[in-house]
Structure formats: structure tokens, C-alpha cells
């Protein structure tokens, strides 16, 4: 088979990803139900906090991007002192970054909720109750996210499956005992699960920090190089996932839900199911940037484009093979989901139109992701803004003449357009 080893390269390190990828979304699943069972007005409040945190967590989360950066660069001229220096740096700005909102959110979580949310009484006790101790978790999780781009670029992916497993089994405990008051423990209601993750979350970060001990090697020098470094790529990833990840998915959201409460139900129905799906997209676009990056740090431009390719081919496959599942199994998925028939024979036609817009999304994301690598993130931020005006404004004009069909047709347009200008940039760059 032509490019054996650099498909079974981006296997061994996409692969583990994937797995904790999908044990993460279990957990969130089952930590949910936790609450729940609990109390459904704990479970309304849970969610308002949650959503908020998760928003946050991914926004400053980014600051892992800039790292593995780096640190793919790092890796590729085996300069691993100074991946050292630049790990040390990111661990330190997430800390701060990280301890910084912790101390925003004890100061002015109160004033937030009750001002912003307009929550009151009780019910904003019970929330704090919960945000407080959860805030903890945006430092831990970008902690976290530094560990994992850390051993990727050691490739030693499996580290994050041992840590996550270890971190849902820990949180899932806790988060029973201390939510129901179980074992001799107190019952502290919703709090008891913001307690669980926390404690979770930091017996995993204890399972990194142990093989790290083994695999790292001696730091020299200072860091403030590697910080200013960092700090300079931030401000134009964070940009991407803003407008990308943020922007763009709330006018979607709100023009699917100016079509009426039904064809707000579709479209959530097969979002649930593009979650899914489009798992091994984001796992081998980052196995394909970390394994071309580091080539193209070693001056290797023909190993380079090896990898782009063959990570957007394993990336197809995979994703194509799971389209196919979910295509011929569709009635059993949808109706996993939701129980009212309607909804998910409506859900259909746009079931294959989300698997559309997934397979295209395969070579914009490894090309997306490195460019970003590559020197070309305010370029590509840039285009990210403009595209997100035109496509938000054409999802609102289309959903109006042609409803969820329009939406999707315009996702899809844009983001085939961008994949062929990001395709072309790197065409010029690598050959």
C-alpha cells in the first residue's frame, strides 16, 4: 500500500484522540443525567452554567493551539529543550488565564446571574452553588489541553485516553455520592456535581502529570521568549473560534428558530447527530496538522504534503464509512434521539445534506488547521470574518425563501469555497 507508514503514523495518533473525544461526550451525557434524576430545576440551572462555562472553556481553551503550534515546530527540528521552555510557558499562561477567570467568577458571578439572567432567590443560590466550584474546571481544562498537545506532538496520544477514562470514572463517582450524599459523604445537591468534576478533572490531570516526569527533558534558559511567542498566535486563533464557533452557529441557531418550534426541533436533531459524526474530522484534520507540521519544520516538503493528503483520505474513510451507518440505520438513530415520528421523518432530507457539509468540512478543516501552523493565521481569521458576514447574511435571506434547505445549502457553499482557497494557499506554499 503507497504511503503505508504515514496512514498508519496518522492512525495511531488520530485514533486515540477519537476515543477520547467520544468517552468525553458519554461522560456529559451521564453527568447530566446525574443531575436530572436530581431535581429537573437543579437540571434547568445546571444547564444555564454549564452552557456558559463550556462557551468560556472553549474560547480560552485556544491558547493549546498556539502551543501545539509551536511545539509541532519544536518537535520537527528535535529541539525539545526548548519544547520543554515552550510547554512550561503555556502551563504558566493557562494557569494565570485559567486562575484569572476563577477569580472573575467568585467576584462577579452574582451580579452576572442575577443582572444578565435575572435569576433570583433560591434558584440563584442553587446556581452559584454549582458555578462557583465549576469555574475551577476552566483552569483545569486548559491545563488539560496543554498535556494533550504536549504528548501528541510526543506522539503519545493514548496518555489522553488513560486520563480521560480515569477522570469519568473518578467524576462519576463523586458526582453520585456528593450529589445524592452516598457512602458517608454529604448530600450537596447540585454543587456535589461541580465537587465531581473537579476532582475529576484533577485525578486526570495527575495521570498526565506522571508519564510526563518520564518522557521530558532537561528545560534550559528562560520563558519569556516562548510566552511572547504564544501571546502572538493567540489573539488570531481565538478570532477564528469566535467568529467560527460562535458567531456563525447562533445566527444559524436563530434563523432555524425563526422557522417555528418543528423545524427548530429538525434542525437540532441533526446538529445532535453532526456532533457525532463530525469527530473523526476534527481528530485526523489535527493528526494530519501535527504530523505536517513537524515535517515541514524538518524541511521535508514532500513528506509535507504526504500527510495533508493522507490524513484528509483516513478522514474520509472513517467519516464516510460512519455517514454510510448513519444513513442506512437513520430511522433507528433518529428516533433514538426523539420519539416523535414527524420530526424525524422531516429530519431525513437534511440528514443527508448535514453529511454533505461533513464530508466537505474534511479538507477545510487539515487545511485550516495548517495554515494556522504555518504563519498564516491572521490571513486566514481575516477570511474566517468575511466569510462569516456573507454566509450569516445569506443564512438568514436563504432560510426565509427556502427554509432548513436553505441554510444548509449556504453552510455548505461556504465552506467548499473556503476549502478551495485554503487548498490553493497551500498549494503555493508546499510545492
Avoid at 83 to 102: M, R, S
Avoid at 145 to 151: G, H, K, L, P
Avoid at 278 to 295: E, I
Avoid at 332 to 347: I, K, N, P, Y
Amino acid at each position: 500500500m503507497k504511503y503505508r507508514k504515514e496512514m498508519m503514523q496518522i492512525h495511531r495518533m488520530a485514533v486515540p484522540i477519537l476515543m477520547n473525544y467520544a468517552l468525553a461526550s458519554v461522560f456529559e451525557i451521564f453527568d447530566e443525567a446525574i443531575v436530572g434524576h436530581y431535581s429537573v430545576e437543579g437540571f434547568a440551572l445546571v444547564g444555564v452554567a454549564a452552557s456558559i462555562l463550556y462557551t468560556i472553556t472553549g474560547a480560552l481553551g485556544i491558547l493549546s493551539s498556539a502551543f501545539h503550534i509551536l511545539a509541532a515546530e519544536l518537535s520537527g527540528r528535535q529541539e525539545y529543550g526548548k519544547l520543554e521552555q515552550t510547554f512550561a510557558a503555556a502551563k504558566l499562561l493557562a494557569a494565570g488565564i485559567g486562575g484569572g477567570f476563577v477569580l472573575v467568577s467568585l467576584l462577579g458571578g452574582r451580579w452576572f446571574f442575577g443582572n444578565i439572567y435575572t435569576v433570583s432567590g433560591r434558584d440563584l443560590e442553587e446556581l452559584l452553588s454549582y458555578f462557583y466550584p465549576a469555574s475551577i474546571t476552566v483552569l483545569q481544562n486548559m491545563i488539560w489541553f496543554q498535556y494533550a498537545a504536549y504528548f501528541r506532538n510526543r506522539y503519545n496520544t493514548k496518555i489522553g485516553v488513560y486520563a480521560t477514562g480515569v477522570s469519568i470514572i473518578v467524576n462519576l463517582f463523586f458526582d453520585v455520592v456528593l450529589v445524592y450524599g452516598k457512602a458517608g459523604f454529604p448530600g450537596m445537591g447540585v454543587a456535589g456535581a461541580a465537587w465531581g468534576s473537579v476532582i475529576g478533572l484533577g485525578s486526570g490531570l495527575l495521570v498526565y502529570q506522571i508519564p510526563y516526569y518520564r518522557v521530558r527533558c532537561a528545560r534550559t534558559g528562560n520563558i519569556q521568549e516562548p510566552i511572547k511567542r504564544i501571546l502572538w498566535s493567540y489573539p488570531a486563533l481565538f478570532g477564528q473560534e469566535l467568529f467560527e464557533s460562535t458567531i456563525f452557529v447562533l445566527i444559524v441557531q436563530g434563523a432555524a428558530a425563526r422557522l417555528g418550534t418543528e423545524q427548530m426541533a429538525v434542525y437540532k436533531l441533526v446538529d445532535i447527530v453532526y456532533g457525532v459524526i463530525g469527530l473523526p474530522v476534527v481528530a485526523y484534520a489535527s493528526a494530519a496538522q501535527t504530523c505536517a507540521l513537524q515535517s515541514r519544520a524538518a524541511g521535508n516538503r514532500k513528506e509535507t504534503k504526504i500527510y495533508l493528503r493522507v490524513g484528509q483520505c483516513a478522514a474520509f474513510a472513517v467519516t464516510g464509512s460512519l455517514c454510510l451507518l448513519c444513513g442506512v440505520f437513520r430511522e433507528a438513530l433518529l428516533g433514538s434521539v426523539v420519539t416523535d415520528r414527524g420530526v424525524t421523518e422531516m429530519a431525513v432530507p437534511f440528514l443527508y445534506l448535514m453529511f454533505v457539509l461533513t464530508l466537505i468540512r474534511i479538507p477545510y478543516q487539515v487545511f485550516l488547521t495548517y495554515l494556522q501552523g504555518s504563519g498564516w493565521e491572521r490571513k486566514v481569521v481575516l477570511y474566517t470574518a468575511v466569510g462569516t458576514l456573507l454566509a450569516g447574511g445569506a443564512v438568514l435571506g436563504a432560510s426565509r425563501r427556502w427554509g432548513l434547505t436553505g441554510i444548509y445549502s449556504v453552510m455548505i457553499g461556504e465552506t467548499a469555497i473556503l476549502a478551495w482557497i485554503y487548498g490553493k494557499w497551500i498549494r503555493r506554499k508546499v510545492e
